[in-house]
Structures are given as C-alpha cells and as structure tokens.
C-alpha cells in the first residue's frame, strides 16, 4: 500500500483518515483501527462530490 494523503480534524477516534491506495488500484482509509474502501479507483473518487 502507498500513502498519498492525509485528512486531518475528523470526527475518527485519532481525528485523522491516512488515505492509500493498493496494486488493486483501489483507494481505503485507514481511521487508526479499521481500514475502509474509499473508492474503487481514482476516477471514482474524482467523480464523488465530497
């Protein structure tokens, strides 16, 4: 897995998401105890108003 951010002053137990991505080409969050699929690719995300 690679890191590529950091979202910070989030309501997760250690108020941060490290976001990463995998040879799977899908985005997760990791909040510091539970890791999570974002999105299935970058374009998805892309496409996500968030």
Do not use: N, W
């Not at 951010?5 to 995998?22: F, I, R």
Request: negative net charge; glycine residues 8%; hydrophobic residues 40%.
């Amino acid at each position: 897995m690679q890191v590529f951010g950091v979202v910070e002053g989030t309501s997760c137990p250690y108020g941060q998401l490290v976001l990463m991505t995998c040879e799977d080409k899908r985005l997760y969050s990791y909040d510091g105890e539970e890791l999570h699929v974002v999105a299935l690719s970058l374009d998805q995300l892309r496409d996500m108003e968030i």
